[in-house]
C-alpha cells in the first residue's frame, strides 16, 4: 500500500473514502469488448483516456480522500508517476471475482472511514453532485447503487461490511443490479438507488461519449479513432 499523505485540509468528506478500481492500459488487455470495433490500440487509447479523465476529476472534486485501487497485475509505479496526487492511495485489488474484491475493498476503507463509495473508470458521466448524493444517502442508508443501463452498476457506496453480500451474483450479465437487491433484502440490508447511468462497455456505448462534452473537449483524438473505425 502507497500513500503520499492526505491533504486533508482540502476536502469536504474527511470521514469518507471514494475508492476507484482501475488496471494499467497495457496493450491488448484492456477494453477488450471494444477490440473489434476499435482494435487494440484504439481500445488501450480510450481506456487511457476514461482512467485519466476519472483521476483527474475527482482530483479537482476535492470530495474526500481517494484510494485508487489497482489489479494485482498492474504496476504501481506507473501510477505514482501519471498522477502525483498528494492525496492519493494506492492498494492492490484481491479476490477471485469482482463480488469478492469489492467487497475486500469496501472493508478495507471500512476499518478506517466512516463512509466508503467505490466506482470505476466506465462512467465520465459520473459527477461531482452523483458522489455527494450517494454520501449523503449513507446517512440514512447501509448501502447506496447508482445503477447502469445495462443491469449492472456504476457505483457503490457502504457505511457497514456485510459479509455475502456480493455473493450469488452473475457479474458480468444483466442481472447483476436485480441479483445484488435480492441479495440485500435477504440480508436486511438498506440501500438508496440513484438515478441510472450510462457506462462504455462495448461498441453500441460510445454514442453517448460525445454527450459527455468535458471528456469530448478534453480527448478529441478519442472521437477521431471511434470515427476512423465506424
Known amino acids: 500500500m502507497t500513500n503520499g499523505g492526505l491533504s486533508q485540509n482540502k476536502l469536504q468528506y474527511l470521514d469518507t473514502q471514494i475508492i476507484i478500481f482501475a488496471r494499467e492500459p497495457v496493450y491488448g488487455q484492456v477494453k477488450t469488448r471494444l477490440i473489434p470495433a476499435l ?22 472534486y476535492h470530495l474526500a480522500p481517494v484510494c485508487l485501487c489497482i489489479t ?14 498528494t492525496e492519493l492511495q494506492i492498494t492492490t485489488q484481491k479476490g477471485d471475482d469482482l463480488g469478492q474484491r469489492m467487497a475486500h475493498a469496501l472493508k478495507q476503507s471500512l476499518s478506517h472511514f466512516s463512509r466508503a463509495i467505490l466506482i470505476g473508470t466506465d462512467c465520465p458521466f459520473l ?16 448501502m447506496v447503487f447508482s445503477p447502469a443501463r445495462d443491469g449492472g452498476y456504476v457505483l457503490v457506496g457502504a457505511r457497514c461490511s456485510v459479509p455475502g453480500n456480493f455473493t ?13 437487491r435480492k441479495r440485500l433484502k435477504e ?3 438498506s440501500w438508496q438507488e440513484l438515478a441510472r447511468q450510462q457506462d462504455i462497455d462495448d461498441e453500441n456505448d460510445l454514442k453517448y461519449l460525445q454527450h459527455v462534452h468535458e471528456f469530448s473537449d478534453a480527448y478529441p483524438h478519442i472521437f477521431d479513432i471511434i470515427n476512423g473505425h465506424s
Open 72 to 85: 494485482p497485475e498492474s504496476r504501481t509505479a506507473f501510477f505514482l508517476k501519471r498522477y502525483p496526487f
Open 187 to 189: 440480508l436486511k440490508i
Open 39 to 60: 482494435g487494440a490500440a484504439g481500445a488501450t487509447e480510450l481506456y487511457t483516456a476514461l482512467l485519466d479523465f476519472t483521476l483527474n476529476k475527482i482530483h479537482t
Open 168 to 180: 450469488g451474483i452473475d457479474w458480468g450479465s444483466e442481472q447483476v443490479m436485480r441479483q445484488t
Open 127 to 142: 459527477n461531482q453532485n452523483d458522489l455527494e448524493q450517494a454520501i449523503a444517502a449513507l446517512d440514512n442508508h447501509d
